[in-house]
């Protein structure tokens, strides 16, 4: 399969903002901001990962998405890990994940009804640079004032346990039915395996790696795909041109040029979807 380019869906949030990333083109003043971007691919295909960009003005509400086999247990193809790439945090920004202590369901319920899951929550200070995994069943909310890359499984089953007092529906007993509400401990992060590759995750699902610019020869698993996301710079791959602020999916093997200055994401399926 060639080199191909994703579509990039527009998503206006309450809580985004008119200043995105390098890349994109901000919204105008007097217009909804954008919360998300989205990569999507072309035609009806529903690929195993997505990825996107976030930038917060506001907490998002607190969530918790279910495992893969507690999806399929409702008629869903697949549940949602996830992980962060931070590009940019204000000084004060966090993420909570897990809770300080394992919470019983009843407590939980109660806590997201009244307003005190947010005490309940862990909420970690962030930076840029900071990565992040969160596997399925995570209780989580990204706080405000944060520009990050979403790498997930593709997957939009999200349960709120919390909004803050925002008017939309909250989804208490799927939620607390999924939850793993217990301490978040951080998966090991393999880091650089070989000069100019980092492994930020390898984890069942997918695998998310940094690059430096550079060339290199790219070989994924026959019937795999991989995506490219620049987060800086420029390049080349397999005769396609592109810059950061696009995504780019490729197959088979694929031959890479990125600008020296370039700082890349390159996500594939884990062991358990090749």
């Not at 005190?116 to 990204?142: C, M, N, Q």
């Not at 060339?215 to 710079?233: I, M, Q």
């Not at 200055?261 to 594939?268: K, P, Q, T, V």
């Amino acid at each position: 399969m060639p080199a191909t380019f994703l579509a990039t869906h527009r998503v206006e949030k309450p809580w985004g903002r008119h200043s995105l990333w390098p890349g994109f083109t901000d919204p105008a003043p007097d217009s909804e901001p954008v919360g998300e971007i989205w990569f999507q691919a072309p035609g009806d295909s529903a690929p195993d990962l997505l990825v996107k960009y976030l930038f917060t003005s506001e907490k998002l509400s607190v969530q918790v998405h279910p495992d893969d086999a507690q999806a399929r247990e409702r008629g869903l193809p697949r549940g949602k890990d996830e992980c962060w790439v931070i590009l940019a945090a204000e000084p004060d920004s966090t993420i909570a994940l897990g809770t300080h202590e394992p919470v019983d369901a009843d407590t939980l319920r109660a806590a997201a009804l009244d307003g005190s899951i947010e005490t309940l929550l862990d909420w970690k200070p962030v930076k840029a640079g900071d990565f992040i995994y969160a596997p399925s069943r995570t209780i989580h909310a990204i706080g405000a004032g944060i520009t990050l890359i979403e790498i997930q499984q593709n997957s939009e089953t999200t349960y709120r346990l919390y909004d803050y007092g925002r008017p939309r529906e909250l989804h208490l007993e799927d939620g607390v039915a999924v939850a793993d509400a217990v301490p978040f401990v951080a998966a090991p992060m393999p880091g650089e395996v070989e000069p100019g590759r980092t492994i930020l995750v390898e984890g069942p699902k997918f695998v998310v790696e940094r690059w430096p610019g550079g060339d290199r020869t790219v070989t994924l698993p026959k019937g795999a795909t991989g995506w490219l996301v620049p987060v800086r710079g420029k390049g080349v791959i397999d005769g396609v041109a592109w810059h950061a602020g696009q995504c780019v999916t490729v197959a088979g093997t694929a031959q890479l040029h990125a600008a020296p200055e370039s700082d890349l994401l390159f996500a594939y399926p884990g062991a358990e979807r090749v």
